[in-house]
């Protein structure tokens, strides 16, 4: 696998962080005893080293106004969130690492309309600054509004992949993935 034309196959995930790959696990995995900022602050272990302390406490206090929620929850326990809040959490620790892709596994699994809808919203206003997103999601509805490009996996093979616009009118992807219909992205 290549990341930004570099291989990162093989690597230990440490240093596949380094290189600048960030991912936001299925269910989250937050830590539930540690609170919402040492949850944050985790995430930006991988340039501890490099990065002053007063900056990644800058960069945790930028971070929580991206979701403002997490913001009034800063020093509440991450065992004590609810499970949407727990997601932006989640996406907010990759974020620490300052990732050139981002990469999150069913970010909407188990998660109110409502709040795929804040998130996805986010993940948009990512994919505008220049964060490269890999979205894995069998909720193919919001990825379609945001997705630059959409490739489809059966049975662990890509059988089709374009731009959202070209498979948005394909009746397979229609039935099986998008419900009947989707309004028509960008």
């Known amino acids: 696998m290549r990341v930004h ?4 196959t093989g690597l230990p995930a440490e240093r596949v962080v380094r290189e600048g790959v960030s991912l936001v696990p299925e269910r989250r995995q937050v830590f539930p005893g540690l609170t919402v900022r040492q949850n944050l602050r ?3 272990y991988s340039r501890y080293r490099a990065t002053a302390e007063a900056q990644i406490d800058r960069e945790v206090a930028s971070l929580l106004g991206l979701f403002p929620r997490l913001r009034e929850l800063a020093d509440a326990r ?3 969130l609810s499970g949407g809040e727990q997601q932006m ?7 620490m690492a300052k990732p050139r892709l981002l990469m ?3 970010p909407s699994l188990g998660l109110a309309p409502r709040i795929v809808t804040e998130i996805f919203e986010v993940l948009e206003r990512l994919k505008r600054e220049g964060t490269s997103i890999l979205v894995v999601e069998q909720n193919a509805r919001p990825v379609f509004e945001i997705a630059h490009r959409v490739s489809v996996l059966e049975r662990g093979r890509i059988t089709m992949s374009g731009p959202p616009a070209e498979l948005v009118g394909d ?3 229609m039935e099986a993935y998008l419900g009947g219909g989707v309004r028509s992205p960008h």
């Open 5 to 8: 034309g570099r291989s990162i």
């Open 89 to 95: 959490l989640a996406i907010g620790r990759g974020l």
């Open 42 to 44: 985790l995430g930006a």
């Open 104 to 106: 999150l596994d069913e």
């Open 171 to 173: 009746v397979r992807v």
């Open 78 to 80: 991450a065992g004590s």
